[in-house]
């Protein structure tokens, strides 16, 4: 019968795209492969412009935001949205993980994972700022994307087509900045969670590519959160109002681009901590 000839992006449903969506597209076809993304932090800023983008590409991309993503669905792109605080991360890694072992790898071509949420805490010094604005910073900056990628790991470890993990880092993880210290500390942990889990990859076989990314500067929320801070708390807010002022943010669908062409590289991994401004 022809719907059990239709495979979708939900195991446990009908995919979740525009009403109009045509049911015979090719990506639903049993038989055919697709690239699964699931990318974190997708409902606006990069998040949602990277999975734009994606959709565009045709794959079937997994969202997870506290916000729905709303965006059209090309034909042969597929979309779910899931709605899922990041701040409880074990939840939220448990979920992927079902996910994932329910799914199976028969319709993909590749499997990769975004971590892209992240969260700028009041922008004052570490002693000014409150206990659970920090540890939200952290539980969704640091160890959201830890349980996530564990789970990813885990998950399609018997899986036999490339795998990828992308961390969303910064130029913070880098380079200290007073008055975001949670964040600072949040980015520097992806950058060495990303070195450490490219040397136990590269013992797998068929192991994930791993890179935790900076992405430049970028017209989004968190920049007008910088731009809006307190300046006797935040020394650097000047620095961000002249960013914008001069016109070097890029848009998110820029940054998105860039982000995305070095996903595709070849040499994906090669560097597990890079920036897309010297890649
Ligand atoms: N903008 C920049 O200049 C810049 C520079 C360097 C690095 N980055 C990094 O790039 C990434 C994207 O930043 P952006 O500028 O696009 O940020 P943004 O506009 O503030 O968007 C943040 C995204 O994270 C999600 N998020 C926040 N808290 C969450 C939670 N508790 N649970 C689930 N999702 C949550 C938000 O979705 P909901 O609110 O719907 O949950 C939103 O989709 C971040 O990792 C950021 O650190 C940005």
Not at 4 to 12: I, R, V
Not at 102 to 113: D, E, I, M, N
Not at 145 to 170: D, E, N
Not at 171 to 176: F, K, S, T, V, W
């Amino acid at each position: 019968m022809w719907v059990q000839e239709l495979s979708s992006c939900d195991p446990g449903g009908v995919p979740k795209g525009p009403q109009n969506f045509p049911k015979t597209a090719l990506g639903y076809i049993r038989g055919m492969t697709s690239h699964l993304t699931l990318i974190t932090g997708a409902s606006r800023g990069l998040g949602l412009a990277m999975c734009q983008q994606l959709l565009a590409q045709g794959h079937c991309v997994v969202a997870i935001s506290r916000k729905p993503t709303e965006l059209p669905v090309p034909p042969g792109a597929e979309l779910l949205s899931w709605e899922q605080d990041l701040s409880q991360p074990l939840a939220a890694a448990r979920r992927l993980e079902d996910w994932l072992l329910a799914t199976g790898p028969a319709r993909w071509a590749s499997a990769t994972l975004i971590n892209n949420a992240g969260v700028v805490s009041t922008l004052a010094p570490l002693s000014g700022v409150p206990g659970e604005d920090l540890s939200n910073a952290l539980r969704v900056g640091l160890e959201a994307p830890l349980l996530l990628t564990s789970a990813f790991l885990r998950a399609t470890a018997g899986w036999g087509m490339p795998r990828k993990v992308l961390l969303i880092s910064s130029g913070l993880g880098r380079r200290a900045m007073a008055g975001s210290a949670s964040y600072c500390a949040a980015k520097a942990g992806m950058d060495h969670l990303a070195r450490a889990l490219a040397l136990e990859e590269a013992e797998q076989p068929n192991g994930a590519r791993v890179v935790s990314l900076a992405p430049g500067v970028i017209d989004t929320d968190m920049q007008t959160q910088l731009r809006g801070a307190d300046p006797a708390l935040f020394p650097e807010r000047e620095r961000f109002l002249a960013l914008k002022s001069s016109g070097q943010l890029d848009s998110p669908a820029q940054a998105a681009t860039k982000v995305l062409a070095l996903l595709a590289r070849a040499d994906f991994g090669r560097e597990p901590v890079t920036d897309v401004r010297s890649a």
